[in-house]
Structures are given as structure tokens and as C-alpha cells.
């Protein structure tokens, strides 16, 4: 697999909230060939948490990427075909201009001082990396969880530029309840005596905080059942409880040790972003309903959801398939039976690579007028 | 409506790490008046943040008791037939010895010198204030949540002292996904740069930590769909997104306020001794299988559910039903259409009253040896 990790610079990007960030990086890994045409492209927006190295093993810290299992030769998204690309969101810490990079007006990080951003942002962002990849329209875009939101919004803003979308695991806005899960989560960061409102770059971060929250994270990506299959009741230390308050039982290793990870790879204010950008999330705003906002798209949809994810429940996949159905647009709806829950997306588990396979060997034919022969006029219009 | 407000005293107890605490002080409160056979009487245990104050209106706050929606003349438990009494946990904060209490033996508060205790301390010690109270049998043993595991610990332990138990949205065990969200709570408070190890009185407590753990719980205790309707998306301050980490959405506004509410009243120590509490939780520990455990009890069973409580899921409630069923108990059954969550067996919602009014009405027939007609041989002994 021919991998390639770079880094994009640009002059400057407007945001939704109306300022101008300038200058603006992306870092991105892209793994196989573009062809000649320029139109094997597929661009993967990552998760929350996640970065560009959503594939292959990286050089430095032997880790695999965050989708492996889905991006490679012969896997879901078929690297001996397509030109996968990921890039590391606006807001971030990876290697994309984020609240830790330097603020050319202080020449200090940017903390608090960063604008805050939307989805609608970060694919502004991504777009103007596909232009600079000459890349006149995109076989798919697609992602998991907030990965999933960003795919609506490329069908929904940029209608000409992809040929097909296949958010997975995700919703059209952000319910009260995930919100008010973010919201826990970025309490727990201010709340921490480190925090110092941002200004911690080359102090102590907010670990405790950030850990706390990433805590609660793991907690709803899990299902209960697969927290009980993996976990139980099962004690971290022989068999006696320590009647203290260390650690008995294995699930709260598990999750001190998550939460301890996650210090050392994330920023505490890319967290307040990016959870902040999940949160104003509603594909809707200022565009109407949800259908009148979803006939503006003219890709053909793949949607996707798990049955036992209880953070981004099938109904709210559901809900946005109909909404496509109601206007006419071609949509495909798997509902994968796994008992892990949000965490389900990520993994090799009840067929996932093969839906998308089959979708993505369509859309290539949709993408070459092949065939559209079983829709109907109007939508035909849309797909080819 | 006669009520009493008191407090108990004894020498010491003695508990399950083997610990001796002494003194020990219970808190209680009594609503209606015991009859001269003291066969009327019914004990209320409360959840996890709790009190002694179930019912009426307390005169110095002003403010309802806990439950009640369900105690009281008329209601579901009726004030005018029963003696209805409820204590403060053993660990608690509001009355009866816990960490915030005075160690004779240094004078100052316990703090992190309390012993940890288990649900099995707790009904100890509510075994001992119903002996003081000179009764022989309680006619109901009854709770929600942490309640309920206290109501199934007393039909196990003390099998001859209870006519029947009714827990409501409980568990015989706690499930990893139940450890996991105390977990973070607790991670909470600690992390807090105030905790200091838990010697935070007489300064100032870990309140960050502790409203943090106290908004996930509320999160835990409501549905998705009641979050949704109660919130929705909507914004707290005219139609504009802020751009910033104030308060954007209602249910944020909502969870901060209920979390520094919290403080006012809470000690974050009791906080993590009570959680410790229902994690150990196995009614089964040491007594064998879930059928062998319950096959202890003598007492007819009320338990009931909510069909939209995902922190103590119906299920859990079914897994001792149908054990109670195995070993031949009385046990009746109810799940309760709902759309708040684990909240709901707070509120007036679904029969909930009803339910129980006609469960005790039955129980006075049982402990009257009137009416056990229906029941075979073996069972008929048990609860006569």
C-alpha cells in the first residue's frame, strides 16, 4: 500500500462565526494511487478523537491506524482501487491547526483565543485540501460518529463534489443527551485546578480533568452487554475487595488506564472544539427541514447504524433515511447486529467492509454513467 | 399526617471488612403512627443521594421529601394505615454516621479513616433501629435504586424479620456499565486539586469534582427521549449560538445548575463511600448461586421496573424475578410504561401507586394469616 503523510498550508479559511483564521494547516495521510481521471477518490473524516493516520502502521509509534481494519488492499475501502485520504480536523491536535498551534498575532498558542468552529468548518477546510489535490469530485465521503456528520454536511454543502456519502454510526444534530454528555465531559476539563482557562501550554495540562472525561467517553461508546461480556464483575486483584478505594474491579483499570492514555496523545482544548463543533451541530440550520436541507445533496447515501449503540442510536440513522426516501434520493440503510456498541464502527463486525465494498463498486459505475438505470428520472439527474 | 424526627444512638456496629465503628448515630423519620400489634410498620430506604426526609414538607427548607409522590394519607404508602419510617444510610451525610463525623478517637472528622462499608452495613444497622423501635416484622421492606438492593439485603439476611420486599428499578448485582459510571464520579472528586486526600473539612470541598460526578448521574437517571423532550436543542439565551464555553443549550444550563446545587447539600466523601456501597453490591457473595441466595428469603415480592430506565434496565429486574420464581417465592411483577428513565420511581407516573397500595393490602392478609389460599404447601409456610 502506497502511503503518503504530508502536511497542506493555506493562506486563510472563513468560519462560520464570521472571523478569518490565518494561516491554516492540514496534515493528512492518504493511502494508494489516484488515477488519471482523478476519480477513485474517497475521503475519510475521522471521529472525535481520531487523526489523519487512519491506516497502515505508523513508522514511529507502531500503531495501526484508527480504521485499519476497514482501509487497505482488498479491505472495505480498497486501497488497490481507490485513493483514500484522511486529514486531521480544523480544531485539532495532530498536526491541523488547533487551539494548541501558535498564534501568529503572540506567538504563543492560540488556548482559548481560537475561534470556536463548526462541522461546517472542518469540511470547508477539508474542501479546500481536495481542491489542492485537483480532485474535481469525491467517489465518497465518509466517517464514523462525528466522522458521519461531516459526510452530511460535504453531501449537503458541496452537492457537485461528491458522488456518494455513507455516514456511519451518526445523526443529522446533536440530541440533548449527547450534548449534555460533551458537556460533562468539557466540566470536567475547566473544572481542573490546572486548567488555568486554557493557558497551560508548558505547565501542567488539566490531566486529571481530561481524563475524567475521556472516562465517560469510553463508558458510552461501550454497550452495557459488552461491558459485561469484557468486564463484569471480574476483580483486578485475587479475589478479595480491597474495602478501599484503589482499584477492585477490572472495569475501573480499564478505565483509569484509558483515561491515563488519552493525556498523553490529546489536548484538553481540542476537546473543548471539537466537542463544542459536535454540539452546534445541526445539519438543518438555516437550511429548513430536514428534507428541504437533504434535496440539496445529490449523492447517493449508504447509511449505517448498530444496534446496540445507545450514543448515536440507530432511530437518529433511521431518521435521516427517511428523510433522503421522502426526497427521492438514492439511500441504502444497514442496521449491523453487534452487541459493542458505538465502538461497533470501528471494528470488522457483522459485514460492515462488504456493504461498503458493494456500495463503492456502484458508485463507481454511478460515477461513470453506467448505471442508474433502476432509478428514476429526477434522481438519475442527481447521481450521474 | 404524624411525623417524627429523631435520631438513635448506639454503642457500636460491627461490619463487613471486620471493622468495629463506634459510636453510630442513625437519623430517621416517621410518617403515621405504629399500631399497638406493631404490625403496620413499612421502611423506606433511600438511593444514593438520599435522605431520612421520604415525606412532607421539611419545616426549615420547605421542601418535599424525596418520595413524596408515595407517602403519605391516601397514597401508595398510606400514612393513615401504616408506620412508615426511613433512615439515612450508614456513610451518609444528612444525620446518621458517615465519613463527616467526628472519630472520637482524633477528634476530627473520619474523612478517608471511615471504614468502607457494603449495602450489608447499611441494613445492619437499619436491623438495629427497627429492634430499638421494638419491632418484630416489618410488613414492607422498600427502595429505589440503592433502595431496592436494600430491600432485597434484608429478605436475604433477616429473612424472618420482613413480611415482604418491593425493590424498585434495582439489581441483584451491580454490572460493569453501573461500576464504570461510580467510577467516574469518584475519579472526579479525586482529581480534584481540593480533595486533598479527603481532608477537606472546615475548607474548601472538592465541588468541581462532585458537581461533575453529580451530572453524570443526572444524565443516568433520564432517558434519551425525556432528555429530548425536556430539552431538546434549545438554546438558553435568545436564537444565537455563542461561539464561546458559556451556557449555549438549555440542558447544559441545566446539568451545571443541578450539579452546584449538589454541593450545597452533599458530601463528597459520602460520595465515594455509597457508591463503593452498591459497586460491591452482589447479593449472591458467599451465599451461592442467584436461586440458592433468594431460596434464604421468607417474604413475598413486589418488584417493579421502568421500561425506559437504562442505568438499572428491566432486565435486571426480570433475572430476580424469574430466581424468585425458580425457588418458589411470591413474587409479582411490574414494569411500568415510562418515558423518564430511572427517575421514573420518583414520580407519580404509571400506577406506581397502585401497584403497591394493592401489594400491601395483600401483605396485611398474609401477616394476618388470612389469606394464602393460592399458594402451595412449602410457600404457604414461608409467608405466614
Redesign the interface.
Known sequence: MIVERGSIGFDSITLD?GSTLAPVEVAYQSYGRLNAAKSNAILIEHAFSGDAHAAGVDADTGKPGWWDSMIGPGKGFDTDRYFVVCTNVLGGCRGTTGPSSIDPATGCPYA?KF??ITIGDMVRLQRMAIDWFGIPRLLAVTGGSMGGMQALEWAVAYPDRVVSAIPIASTT?????Q???N??G???I?????FNNGDYYGKQPPA??L??AR??G??TY?S?RS??E????RLRQKDD?????GV?????SY??YR?GQFVNRFDANSY?YIT?AM??F?LTQGRGTLEETLARTQACFQVISFSSD?LY?SYQSQEMVRALEAVGRDVSYTEVQSDYGHDSFLLDVGGQPDVVREFLSRMEDVANGRSMAHLGGDYRMACE
Request: charged share 25%; hydrophobic share 40%.
Open positions: 462565526n482559548l475561534p470556536v444534530r446533536h440530541s440533548a443527551q450534548i449534555a454528555f458537556e460533562v468539557r466540566q470536567a475547566m473544572f481542573d485546578s490546572h486529571g480533568g481524563s475524567v472516562m465517560v469510553h463508558i461501550m452495557d461491558m459485561g469484557k468486564f463484569g464483575r475487595l480491597s474495602y478501599s478505594f477492585d474491579f477490572e472495569v475501573e478505565l483509569r483515561g473543548l463544542k454540539d452546534y445541526d445507545w442510536p
